[in-house]
Nanobody
Framework: VQLQASGGGTVQPGGSLRLSCAASGFTAAYYAVGWFRQAPGKEREWLSC????????TYADSVKGRFSISRDKADNLVLLQMNNLSPEDTAVYYC?????????????????WGPGTQVTVSS
């Protein structure tokens, strides 16, 4: 099981980015996948989760209405569309799965994590 987040970059406040989480070694559509972020000096923050099978979605209050999680099942991807970004969204973004069907993804000791992707929001 491997996950790889990509799509980060530098964007101006109010801009948008779409992150991709590429899964290999398993069919991501069968399992819950979550997005997290960690800013310098801060604890890891859970952002969103999409469940396996039914694709039910949940969001942290900090991103609700601005971020949207979805799947590209043909390419075994989990996507995170991020709109109306602010400097407070600057962080390294990660995707993870506990290899379970339902959300939440706890991201604990048995979770699978991929390398993160840097998102910087700056004017």
């Amino acid at each position: 099981v491997q996950l790889q987040a990509s799509g980060g970059g530098t964007v101006q406040p109010g801009g948008s980015l779409r992150l991709s989480c590429a899964a290999s070694g398993f069919t991501a559509a069968y399992y819950a996948v979550g997005w997290f972020r960690q800013a310098p000096g801060k604890e890891r923050e859970w952002l969103s989760c999409i469940s396996g099978a039914e694709d039910k979605t949940t969001y942290a209050d900090s991103v609700k209405g601005r971020f949207s999680i979805s799947r590209d099942k043909a390419d075994n991807l989990v996507l995170l569309q991020m709109n109306n970004l602010s400097p407070e969204d600057t962080a390294v973004y990660y995707c993870a799965t506990d290899a379970l069907v339902r959300c939440p993804v706890l991201g604990g000791r048995k979770a699978y994590w991929g390398p993160g992707t840097q998102v910087t929001v700056s004017s």
